[in-house]
């Protein structure tokens, strides 16, 4: 089942990451637009021209797929493939933070923010 | 009621379309708001408050997906118009905040990309067209006078060294954005 070449999609850019963990509730683009910004606590705001080129790329690599459209609105939802991505992508940057929380631990007290 | 409207002739290369979003911005400031815009780079503005407006153009060359006019609508972007494939957009900024349609840099590559590959598309074949003929004319320069050799040069800046040129550019500019 999980004979996915994992290579070809990560690291996921982290306006990618975020529209995937978004669309873990299947919706159409301006609620992905909102909740990126929500669940990002401000840090990364998607612009419409980046989402909808990220949601032309996403359908044809097939980590996503497009389940309604009401007035000219597309709602998508995650496939088996892009929830395994995704889940990935998240086991490696949890790898990242715990060799940056190591790093952190060395320093002399104080420097670390 | 009564509209006032001017009408602008202004050149704007294609690799340059931040150029003319500022002047946009800057003709908003003014009180002059983009209506039109035709193939021979005529804009026409309506007069109305002073405001700062963002604008952003984006190449989208052929008939336009409904689902893309919307999703800028939802966020907020007024379309405004689109010629030769070129799509304006504008949105009132919030205290002083400029709006993007695009966030990254790869996403604003790839509306570079798209507009290189129809610079290609139409380039190519003209400086082709144009190296068989020069061959020939050539030939004829050579004996000619002048006046031929004249017409030989021209057509070659303008059939092989231009396209060049603006090849070069769109490169430059996608070149630039990778390294942020």
Redesign the interface.
Same mark, same amino acid.
């Given at each position: 089942m999980s004979d996915i070449n994992y290579a070809k999609y990560l690291p996921l $850019? *982290? /306006?990618t990451y975020y529209v995937l963990v978004a669309l873990g509730e299947p919706s159409h @683009?301006?609620a992905i637009?909102q909740r990126v910004a929500a669940i990002s606590e401000g840090k990364? $705001?998607? @612009?419409? @021209?980046?989402?909808? @080129? /990220?949601f032309a790329t996403l359908e044809k690599q097939g980590l996503i797929v497009k389940i309604s459209e009401q *007035? #000219? #609105?597309?709602s998508y939802a995650l496939t088996e493939n892009g929830r395994l991505v995704l889940v990935e992508q998240i086991r490696r940057l949890e790898i990242m933070v715990r060799a940056g929380h190591a790093f952190q631990k060395s320093l002399p007290n104080g420097t670390a923010a | 009621m009564n509209t006032t409207t001017i009408r602008k002739f202004k050149l704007h290369f294609v690799w340059q379309e931040d150029k003319e979003e500022q002047w946009l911005h800057d003709m908003a400031r003014q009180g002059w708001h983009l209506q039109t815009a035709n193939m021979l780079c005529i804009y026409t503005f309506v007069q109305g408050q002073p405001a700062d407006v963002t604008y952003r153009l984006d190449y989208r060359p052929g008939v336009q997906d409904p689902h893309y006019v919307q999703l800028f609508e939802d966020a907020g972007w007024e379309r405004v118009l689109h010629v030769m494939g070129w799509e304006y957009w504008r949105k009132s900024q919030v205290q002083g905040q400029e709006a993007e349609i695009f966030t990254d840099a790869a996403s604003k590559a790839r509306q570079l990309w798209r507009l290189m590959s129809v610079s290609v598309a139409v380039l190519i074949p003209a400086t082709i067209m144009l190296a068989t003929n020069l061959r020939h004319m050539s030939s004829e320069a050579l004996s000619g006078g002048t006046f031929e050799l004249g017409v030989l040069i021209g057509a070659s800046i303008a059939g092989i060294v231009l396209p060049l040129y603006v090849l070069a550019r769109i490169l430059m500019r996608i070149h630039k954005l990778g390294r942020g």
């Open positions: $850019s *982290e /306006a @683009g301006y637009m990364v $705001s998607i @612009g419409p @021209g980046t989402l909808y @080129g /990220a *007035e #000219r #609105r597309k | -």
